[in-house]
């Protein structure tokens, strides 16, 4: 992991592998958090409620196998971050963006919304990856973002088949 310090705004890039993990186990997360703070929004649509159920299945499922990797490599892997308190500090934009909405109950109103949704965020993250990936020059950080490319366009594919 390498900083820029240059402008106003510190810069952190180049990964390892280690570092990849963390980032993506933050991601998914971040996810996990959003979807449930949407389930307490008392959305009344069953069907809705089973579709945000499914997409924060998938995420936790994402973020198991990042950890299983983070386990593994936690021992061999120098990664940096500081007590994981970086990856607190990282806004990937990806979940942030809806944050703030006043009314998440509203955001669906129907089953196809909220996977169509879940899509979306899917693309999101694969954008975030791909933009990290720009910015890492090691090849254990990129073969690891790579990784978690691949991952999230399977994931992108189930819930694309869920809309058919």
Known sequence: MKFDLSSDNIKVYDFNALQAYKIGRHLEEEGINFYNNILKGQIKDPDVNDAIRILIKEEKKHFEILQNKIEA?????????????????????????????????????NRREAIEFGIMMENRSIMFYKALLKHTDDLSGKDAINELIAQESIHLMKLKELTK
């Not at 994981?84 to 955001?107: C, G």
């Open 73 to 109: 490599l936690a021992t061999r892997e120098e990664d940096g971050f500081e007590e994981e308190d970086l990856e607190d500090f990282l806004d990937t934009n990806v979940v942030s963006h809806f944050r703030d909405l006043k009314e998440k109950k509203d955001i669906f109103h």
